[in-house]
T-cell receptor
């Protein structure tokens, strides 16, 4: 079974800092990897989706990279803002079987003004 | 375009009581998912529907959980009877189809507290 791990579990940074969130997965037979944002009491908002054939995706201040062979992805957030405070989840979609999504446990980010 | 709608947003019940959650997917989305998210954890799939058919319910605790999607549109997830350990957020998601590149869109979830 696919295992997805996110490190660190929680992170606090001062406003303006650049930061990196990490995601690792055990089974490299993935079709894509997604990064989600979850605000307290809210659902999940998709931030970036990287196909398995891609190396990275960028959206504004966010950049996600994927190294499928080593089972790793990073989410880079540039010039962090207090509004970036949320829990960030990565999820992999398998290319075999039922193509289900497997989620990590998330990184809770706090950006201090 | 309206997103995935879930109700209620919050529910507090006593153990052994029944509870039901409702989800209306994005219009035109044939695939509907129910996920369970425990505190501090990522969502885990409970059941997936393709139209009105449950095609993956291997993670659904069938002794107390049931789900239906009678007309292939909205869906109801039921727990009877609820236990303390069922306290969690229940998320609904939908996608256009099944299989690869079926980006899922999530609703706000229902936070269940069992006392």
């Amino acid at each position: 079974k696919q295992e997805v791990t996110q490190i660190p579990a929680a992170l606090s940074v001062p406003e303006g800092e650049n930061l990196v969130l990490n995601c690792s997965f055990t089974d490299s037979a993935i079709y894509n990897l997604q990064w989600f944002r979850q605000d307290p009491g809210k659902g999940l908002t998709s931030l970036l989706l990287i196909q398995s054939s891609q190396r990275e995706q960028t959206s504004g201040r966010l950049n996600a990279s994927l190294d499928k062979s080593s089972g790793r992805s990073t989410l880079y957030i540039a010039a962090s803002q207090p509004g970036d405070s949320a829990t960030y989840l990565c999820a992999v979609q398998m290319s075999t079987g039922a193509n289900n999504l497997f989620f990590g446990t998330g990184t809770r980010l706090t950006v201090i003004p | 375009e309206a997103g995935v709608v879930q109700s209620p947003r919050y529910k507090i019940i006593e153990k052994k009581q029944p509870v039901a959650f409702w989800c209306n997917p994005i219009s035109g989305h044939n695939t509907l998912y129910w996920y369970l998210q425990n505190l501090g954890q990522g969502p885990e799939l409970l059941i997936r529907y393709e139209n009105e058919e449950a095609v993956d319910d291997s993670q659904l605790p069938k002794d107390r959980f049931s789900a239906e999607r009678l007309k292939g549109v909205d869906s109801t997830l039921k727990i009877q009877p609820a236990e303390l350990g069922d306290s969690a957020v229940y998320l609904c998601a939908s996608s256009r189809g099944q299989g690869l590149y079926n980006e899922q869109f999530f609703g706000p979830g229902t936070r269940l507290t069992v006392l």
